[in-house]
Every structure is written in C-alpha cells, then in structure tokens.
T-cell receptor, first 113, second 110 residues
Framework: KQEVTQIPAALSVPEGENLVLNCSFTDSAIYNLQWFRQDPGKGLTSLLLIQSSQREQTSGRLNASLDKSSGRSTLYIAASQPGDSATYLCAGHSGGGADGLTFGKGTHLIIQP | NAGVTQTPKFQVLKTGQSMTLQCAQDMNHEYMSWYRQDPGMGLRLIHYSVGAGITDQGEVPNGYNVSRSTTEDFPLRLLSAAPSQTSVYFC?????????FGAGTRLSVL
C-alpha cells in the first residue's frame, strides 16, 4: 500500500525566498505523482504532474522533481510571493493511473510580505 | 468550461438520514473518484470508477455507496448518515493522468 509523507507540515518564509517542499512515498512502482495547491475552504488545483518516466516538470516559478529510487519528490518555488500562501499537497498514483490517488497531509505555506 | 461540478456545496443532516452527493464532469474522462478530507487525516479515497458500470472501493468505503451509470455522473450515497461522516467531500475525474477536482461539498451530520 502506497504511503505518502510531506515534510515540513508548516513553513513560514519572507517574501522573495526560494523554498523547497518535500514529499516521500513508499511504493517505488509509482505511476505518476501530482502536486496540488489548496486555498482555505477551496478545492484542489493541479500544479504539476510528473510521470514515472520523467525526472522533473516545470511551470513558471515552480519545479517538481521525482526520484523513484529514493522514493522522493520535491516542489521548488522560486522567488516566493504572498500569493503563494496556501497548502501544498502531493499525491501518488500506483495502479496504472486507474485507481485513486494517495495523498500526503500537506505543507501549510505562509509567505510573509 | 465547467470541469467537475459538485452539488450541493453545503449540507446539514441529522443522524440516520440519507442523501446523495452529486458529481458531474464534462471532460469525457473515464476515471472518477470520491475523497473525504478531514483535519489531520488529509484526503482519503472512498470509492473510484474506471468507467461506466465499474466501481471499486478505496481506503474508507464503509457507509457509502456509489454507482456509475453514465460516463458523466458519479453520485455518492450516504445510506444512514453518522456524525463520523462529517467532512468535506471532493469528487475528481481524470484521463489517467492529471486529476481535476470539484469545489467540494461540506457536510455536517448532527
């Protein structure tokens, strides 16, 4: 059974800093891994999807990496802004993409102006 | 572009009542799933479907029923609501890659 862990649970940094959020998973046969953003009281917004055959994906100031051998993924946020404040969730797909996702509990990020 | 639509947005039930949470998607995705989100527990998979007529249980299926008669719709039924089912419920659909989530249904069971 896939288990996903996110560290740290909460993070507060000044605006402009570069930061890294960590995600670890137990099943190296992961099909893909997805990073989401969730604002308070809202649904989930997909940020980046990394297929098992890929090592990283980039979108604007965001870069996500995947290392299946070590069971780790990282989300790098460059030049952080107050609007980046949210909870960031990582989730893994193990069953060929057909079954549901296994989620970590998230990292609550606050960017101080 | 509607995406994934969930109704209702909020609901209050009394213990023992039944109700159906609706989920519809307009992206012609084969895969749909239901999650619940609880403080300190994260999102947990309740049921999922890989196509019309095919459903399977996730991590926390007890107390919930699903069916998938069309590609577009995937309703979640609570047969006899319990306070432990107080949660935020999210429906998602995917083409086996990116998962798209609805805005959620906030359910309170008194």
């Amino acid at each position: 059974k896939q288990e996903v862990t996110q560290i740290p649970a909460a993070l507060s940094v000044p605006e402009g800093e570069n930061l890294v959020l960590n995600c670890s998973f137990t099943d190296s046969a992961i099909y893909n891994l997805q990073w989401f953003r969730q604002d308070p009281g809202k649904g989930l917004t997909s940020l980046l999807l990394i297929q098992s055959s890929q090592r990283e994906q980039t979108s604007g100031r965001l870069n996500a990496s995947l290392d299946k051998s070590s069971g780790r993924s990282t989300l790098y946020i460059a030049a952080s802004q107050p609007g980046d404040s949210a909870t960031y969730l990582c989730a893994g797909h193990s069953g060929g993409g057909a079954d549901g996702l296994t989620f970590g509990k998230g990292t609550h990020l606050i960017i101080q102006p | 572009n509607a995406g994934v639509t969930q109704t209702p947005k909020f609901q209050v039930l009394k213990t023992g009542q039944s109700m159906t949470l609706q989920c519809a998607q307009d992206m012609n995705h084969e895969y749909m799933s239901w999650y619940r989100q609880d403080p300190g527990m994260g999102l947990r998979l309740i049921h999922y479907s890989v196509g019309a007529g095919i459903t399977d249980q996730g991590e926390v299926p007890n107390g919930y029923n699903v069916s998938r008669s069309t590609t577009e719709d995937f309703p979640l039924r609570l047969l006899s609501a319990a306070p432990s089912q107080t949660s935020v419920y999210f429906c998602a659909s995917s083409d086996s890659n990116i998962q798209y989530f609805g805005a959620g249904t906030r359910l309170s069971v008194l």
